[in-house]
């Protein structure tokens, strides 16, 4: 930004002198570049505010101390879902949540996430990276003046705490869950009810039979929750969050300021950040699942056949609703579906038969 520029932002009192001034990254006398990032996690939330702040350090490694990144954890800047807002409108620099949070802004960026039935982390990585997935969420975040990077992955999810046995999909009627989002609409279908609550309460809306069962992430993360102690089932799998990719936004504006060895600094740091948060959630989910079996007073089920196909079709119905209510949304899942479509048939020779043999 030149300094003219600069001055008139400057002129329009406090606040929009304050958003100009962010608006440029800070490009210290020494040449070096401080941005800041915003997250959607709780201070210390393990495996997912530790991947924004890995990626930060990330950064300041591999540029040699020129651009380094100072985090702030949700509510600490802004609240956890105004991390959008703030990397469009240039208040910081980037910012990491999950791309479905923005439904509201654009409907297509729920595919960037996970859609229900959709792809795993496998896929999703396939179909962002080489694919056209990336290209088209670039095209859709360009909107709002952002960048977007994968920059990492749950895993496939699990199906949630319940205190209602679930032997088929007529149980799901009157069946009051949190579970938000495309899985949310599912669910409605299905004729249960969705209850949306912010963290906090879950875990007493729970116990106090304002909630039947609630979705969160998967063992690891669960657990910490405290669910084993006011749910009697852990269903599986996550039908409705089958590999959700993390988001880094970064604003549009920062990202073509850099040079271009720093702009493949952050593309690099981003990519490592999918890996090891991928990784880190099946190393640890794994452990954190030998604890829930080891539970005497929690049942771990899957859900019956017959109640995974009947989803499915909900599902269907859903996404296909979705998509047909807004024209990029209907491209995004066109190219979706397709691809889906070539990774499901190779996993028929490959991925599935595998699986049934080890699992
Ligand atoms: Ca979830």
Not at 70 to 85: K, S, W
Not at 106 to 132: C, D, E, H, I, R
Not at 197 to 209: D, M, V
Not at 298 to 326: C, H, I, N, Y
Request: charged fraction near 20%.
């Amino acid at each position: 930004m030149d300094r003219r520029s600069f001055l008139k932002k400057a002129g329009l009192g406090m606040a929009a002198a304050s958003a100009a001034a962010l608006d440029a990254p800070a490009v210290l006398a020494s040449g070096k570049i401080k941005w800041r990032m915003v997250t959607s996690w709780p201070p210390g939330m393990p495996i997912l505010q530790t991947a924004a702040e890995n990626f930060a350090k990330w950064v300041g490694e591999m540029s040699g101390g020129r651009l380094t990144i100072q985090v702030f954890a949700g509510g600490e800047l802004v609240p956890p879902l105004g991390v959008f807002d703030a990397v469009s409108r240039g208040m910081v620099q980037c910012g990491h949540s999950a791309s479905y949070y923005w439904a509201g802004k654009a409907k297509a960026f729920q595919w960037f996430t996970s859609v229900p039935f959709g792809l795993n982390a496998q896929g999703m990585n396939a179909w962002l990276y080489k694919g056209n997935g990336l290209k088209l969420w670039e095209e859709v975040a360009a909107e709002f003046n952002i960048v977007p990077r994968p920059a990492g992955n749950t895993g496939v999810q699990m199906g949630g705490w319940f205190n209602r046995e679930i032997k088929s999909l007529s149980d799901f009627k009157g069946l009051k869950m949190r579970i938000p989002g495309l899985g949310g609409k599912v669910l409605s279908r299905a004729g249960g009810t969705v209850v949306l609550l912010p963290a906090g309460e879950i875990y007493t809306s729970l116990e106090r039979g304002v909630l039947d069962a609630t979705e969160w992430v998967g063992p690891a993360h669960d657990l910490r929750m405290g669910f084993q102690k006011v749910a009697k089932y852990y269903y599986g799998p996550g039908w409705h969050e089958p590999g959700s990719v993390l988001e880094l936004s970064i604003n549009k504006k920062a990202y073509d300021a850099l040079p271009s060895d720093l702009k493949a600094v952050v593309d690099a740091a981003a990519a490592r950040a999918n890996v090891e948060m991928l990784s880190e959630f099946e190393a640890e989910n794994g452990k954190a699942m030998q604890q829930v079996l080891a539970m005497k007073s929690v049942q771990v089920r899957t859900f019956p056949k017959e109640v995974l196909q009947g989803l499915k079709k909900l599902a269907e119905e859903t996404v296909a609703a979705e998509a047909e209510s807004d024209s990029v949304a209907m491209k995004v899942n066109r190219d979706f579906q397709e691809f889906k479509k070539r990774a499901g048939e190779w996993a028929q020779f490959s991925e599935r038969p595998y699986y049934e043999l080890i699992a």
